[in-house]
């Protein structure tokens, strides 16, 4: 009797050169997770909400200063009564309901929420074609090597992240300069990353340090 097997995701790899020299089965449990966008979306506002600072700030009518004195005598003038210049009604007055430096905009999300769309976001990068993993990085340190191989892989020109297995300062030097390419590790990428980015790229490192980072409960 013929069983149905799961296919497992898997990706190209990549030589040092930019040639294909492969390809590596990827843990479904991380990488072949139906995505939903509403899990994706919650997660990126609360991300983005818990990134926010409250500059806007207005002065209510008991911080004007000045304005303790009546501005004229209650009657006989002929005009509206009025006790205080700092009125919100009063050009220069108080501002009534308006923006406060003190506004919390956090939003609480649990971590598992967090991995699961990680998760959905890198596994609809690898069934569109835009996980990329290397064999290994250049290790000389220089911008050109670098720059030389992301010129050869897949999505020229595109917004693209490196995750790199750990903080690596050689790498990060070597990647300052490239435009569109920016640097994250595999311990701290995130769905604002994934999302503000096209094509990914790592290593066979890298995808152990994301399986493992990822594949919890």
């Given at each position: 009797?013929?069983?149905?097997?799961?296919?497992?995701?898997?990706?190209?790899?990549?030589?040092?050169?930019?040639?294909e020299s492969g390809s590596i089965e990827l843990n479904d449990e991380v990488f072949g997770v139906k995505s939903k966008?509403?899990?994706?979306?919650?997660?990126y506002l609360a991300l983005m909400a818990n990134a926010r600072e409250p500059w806007a700030h207005t002065k209510n009518k008991g911080e004007i200063r000045g304005g303790g004195k009546k501005?004229?005598?209650?009657?006989g003038t002929g005009r509206a009564r009025h006790g205080s210049i700092r009125s919100p009604i009063w050009r220069g007055g108080g501002v009534t309901f308006g923006p406060l430096n003190i506004r919390n905009y956090k939003q609480k999300?649990?971590?598992?929420?967090?991995?699961?769309?990680?998760?959905m976001c890198l596994s609809d990068?690898?069934?569109?074609?835009?996980?990329?993993?290397?064999?290994?990085?250049p290790t000389d340190g220089k911008t050109k090597a670098i720059?030389?191989?992301?010129?050869?892989?897949?999505?020229?020109?595109?917004?693209?992240?490196?995750?790199?297995p750990?903080?690596?300062?050689?790498?990060?030097r070597a990647t300052n300069n490239i435009p569109m390419l920016d640097l994250q590790t595999a311990s701290?990428?995130?769905?604002?990353?994934?999302?503000?980015?096209?094509?990914?790229?790592?290593?066979?490192?890298?995808?152990?340090?994301?399986?493992?980072?990822?594949?919890?409960?």
């Open positions: 009797m013929m069983t149905d097997l799961k296919s497992m995701a898997k990706a190209v790899i990549y030589n040092i050169q930019g040639k966008m509403s899990v994706i979306h919650q997660v501005p004229w005598k209650q009657k999300v649990n971590k598992k929420t967090k991995r699961t769309a990680v998760r990068k690898v069934v569109d074609g835009k996980f990329i993993v290397l064999e290994t990085l720059a030389q191989l992301r010129a050869i892989l897949p999505g020229l020109k595109k917004t693209t992240l490196l995750v790199t750990k903080n690596d300062e050689t790498i990060q701290d990428i995130n769905v604002i990353d994934l999302l503000h980015h096209q094509y990914v790229i790592t290593t066979k490192d890298g995808v152990k340090e994301l399986e493992q980072r990822l594949n919890k409960d």
